[in-house]
């Protein structure tokens, strides 16, 4: 199984940015489709974004309606590490971040779709 580290979270001003990094190991991430959840409190955790593992065809992006066009997923074979980066940052957008994986590649994910998980990263936007 591929464990997972976030980092990066923080408390930034509205409309800053903040890049996530989720550092693997014990498993090749390029492998795994990846994907990002936030957790406010008292809410459940939601989908923010996700990339399917490597395959020839093409890789996959896929984000939630309310990060669309303001943070971007991607990952860093060399590395083993995955990333988010968030611009344009909202108070909406606070929440504790976590990262996970899972071997299936999806066509849309939900927190059950996915076997791995970091123990998360605050991030905190203030008005």
């Known amino acids: 199984q591929v464990q997972l580290v976030e980092s990066g979270g923080g408390l930034v001003q509205a409309g800053g940015s903040l890049r996530l990094s989720c550092a693997a190991s014990?498993?090749?991430?390029?492998?795994?489709?990846m994907g990002w959840f936030r957790q406010a409190p008292g809410k459940e955790r939601e989908f923010v974004a996700a990339i399917s593992a490597f395959s020839w065809s093409g890789i996959r992006t896929s984000y939630a309606d309310s990060v669309k066009g303001r943070f971007t997923i991607s990952r860093d074979n060399t590395k083993n590490t995955g990333y988010l980066q968030m611009n344009s940052l909202k108070p909406e957008d606070t929440a504790v971040y976590y990262c996970?994986?899972?071997?299936?590649?999806?066509?849309?994910?939900?927190?059950?779709?996915?076997?791995?998980w970091g123990q998360g990263t605050q991030v905190t936007v203030s008005s």
């Open positions: 014990g498993r090749t991430l390029s492998r795994y489709a």
């Open positions: 996970a994986a899972d071997p299936s590649s999806r066509d849309s994910y939900s927190t059950r779709d996915f076997g791995s």
